[in-house]
């Protein structure tokens, strides 16, 4: 469980055993490595403050969609990788190449 949910702690750098600070701070500490995930979610205050509800919320929206969920350098990283466009479009009829 959240350890803020929970009433464990009132921040989610105030866990002992959680992350947070380390990436909350942009540096690494002896057991956390912040450049994997700091590339994924640039803002952790932001990601930190959602609530459950809200990630369900977010995950509803997207699943309805098919499209990812992430932030805009995650989307872009995707679409290099699967050479696909995955942003929402212009709504319409697609124009033909020629």
Do not use: C
Request: proline share 9%.
């Amino acid at each position: 469980m959240n350890p803020v949910a929970a009433k464990l702690v009132q921040n989610p750098e105030d866990y002992r055993w959680s992350s947070a600070k380390a990436h909350l701070v942009g540096e690494d500490d002896e057991l956390v490595q912040v450049s994997p995930l700091l590339e994924l979610v640039p803002d952790w205050r932001s990601f930190l403050t959602l609530t459950p509800q809200d990630e369900v919320d977010m995950i509803h929206r997207h699943e309805r969609t098919g499209r990812p969920l992430g932030e805009e350098g995650f989307i872009e990283k995707l679409e290099i990788a699967l050479d696909r466009i995955l942003r929402p479009q212009k709504p319409g009829p697609k124009r033909t190449r020629g």
